[in-house]
């Protein structure tokens, strides 16, 4: 299948909510996207993927639309979630302070970041007002001036106290009230995409889990550039949990020759690069073996961004909006 088709200017969301046990929950947020209350098809928009993991009571959803559609689409994802989810009665292994924990809008075709910043901004302005009681923070290109990155803008936060521990009543928000018990804290912003791929590690002992997360973040020496990392217990092993950035080519070239894989895309006339998957298992690997340790198991949430945009052309192309349900039946 050829690249997106001249004039289509697509961008994604990777929504990430508090809630994996309740299928039918999880569900209706996702059919919000892409439908209204009378059933009305929203046009071209789709769900791409759904990824729901139990033991982090937590899912990301993967909405893809024409940048011009996406807002409205996300603001109804995130409408429904906050009408379903409790974050008072909320219980996972994975840190989270909001019902809606994070709203990631990235530019796939044809778009750049700083309209995708417009367009968080706009969500998050729109979702206040539909639901009083919500309360946003902003990172990337949304983070005005100072476009901190999440990991920055979660550390000045104190985003990773325990969240029964986390100040709700003296947090100031960039957009809402001072977070509410049951909606708690919703992060929204934008970037160049960043994907998700986690390792699970043949043990219980989550030190060893903490040690090779912290070895691999790009923050430490040697680290994989672009690699955020943490280690959680799950489902009897641990897993080591990676957000893989995309930066600028210019930002990589340094360590371009030590041997590490990236691969290379463009947004506008932006060429950006990631670490592959394969790489981080690999390196990973390496480490688990010096505490005689083996790997049992690498998943990747979603896609890479090639082929987020293959999927969504496709899909609005075509007119299926609740692509998830259809994607393995379907011949591309």
Same mark, same amino acid.
């Not at 901190?148 to 100040?167: I, N, P, V």
């Given at each position: 299948?050829?690249?997106? !088709?001249?004039? =289509? ?33 929203r046009?071209?928009t789709t ?15 993967t ?21 379903? &989810? ?15 924990? =994070? ?5 796939? #075709? ?11 901004? *706009? ?19 949304a ?6 990155? =999440? ?9 990773f106290? @325990?969240? @029964? ?13 001072? %977070?509410? !018990? *049951?909606?708690?804290?919703?992060? &929204? ?6 994907? /998700?791929? /986690?390792?699970? =590690?043949?043990? *219980? ?10 070895? &691999?973040?790009?923050?430490?020496k040697?680290g ?8 959680? %217990? ?22 371009? /020759? ?7 895309? @463009? ?6 690069? #990631?670490?592959?998957? *394969? ?30 945009? !293959? ?6 192309? /075509? ?7 259809? !994607? ?5």
């Amino acid at each position: 299948m050829s690249t997106a !088709r001249t004039g =289509l200017r697509l961008a994604t969301c990777l929504l990430n909510i508090s809630e994996a046990r309740k299928k039918d929950v999880v569900e209706s947020i996702a059919r919000a996207a892409v439908s209204d209350h009378c059933g009305q098809s929203r046009a071209q928009t789709t769900v791409l993927n759904i990824f729901s993991d139990y033991d982090y009571n937590r899912s990301v959803i993967t909405i893809a639309a024409h940048v011009d559609a996406l807002g409205s689409s996300v603001t109804a994802a995130c409408v429904e979630a906050f009408k379903l &989810i409790d974050m008072d009665t909320h219980d996972g292994v994975h840190p989270c302070m909001g019902a809606v924990d =994070l709203v990631p809008i990235y530019p796939l #075709y044809g778009v750049g970041v700083r309209e995708c910043a417009s367009v968080a901004r *706009r969500i998050s302005e729109d979702v206040a007002a539909l639901v009083p009681g919500s309360s946003f923070f902003f990172f990337g290109k949304a983070d005005k001036p100072e476009e901190r990155s =999440l990991a920055e803008k979660r550390k000045h936060l104190g985003w990773f106290t @325990k969240r @029964k521990d986390f100040d709700m009543e003296g947090m100031r928000p960039d957009v809402g009230t001072a %977070p509410s !018990r *049951r909606y708690g804290l919703t992060g &929204i912003g934008a970037s160049p995409y960043v994907m /998700n791929c /986690n390792c699970t =590690l043949d043990t *219980r002992d989550l030190s060893v889990g903490k040690e090779i997360a912290s070895a &691999i973040r790009a923050s430490s020496k040697g680290g994989l550039p672009g690699v955020q990392a943490m280690a959680f %217990p799950h489902n009897g092993k641990v897993e080591v949990a990676c957000n893989v950035e995309s930066i600028k080519d210019t930002d990589i070239q340094a360590v371009a /020759n030590e041997g590490l894989k990236f691969f290379s895309y @463009k947004i506008l006339e932006e060429s950006f690069s #990631y670490v592959l998957p *394969r790489t981080i298992e690999d390196r990973i690997k390496t480490l688990a073996k010096k505490h005689s340790l083996s790997i049992a198991g690498t998943a990747l949430v979603g896609f890479t961004p090639q082929e987020c945009k !293959r999927l969504a052309d496709y899909a609005i192309s /075509n007119g299926i909006g609740e692509f998830w349900k259809h !994607r393995r039946g379907i011949s591309m």
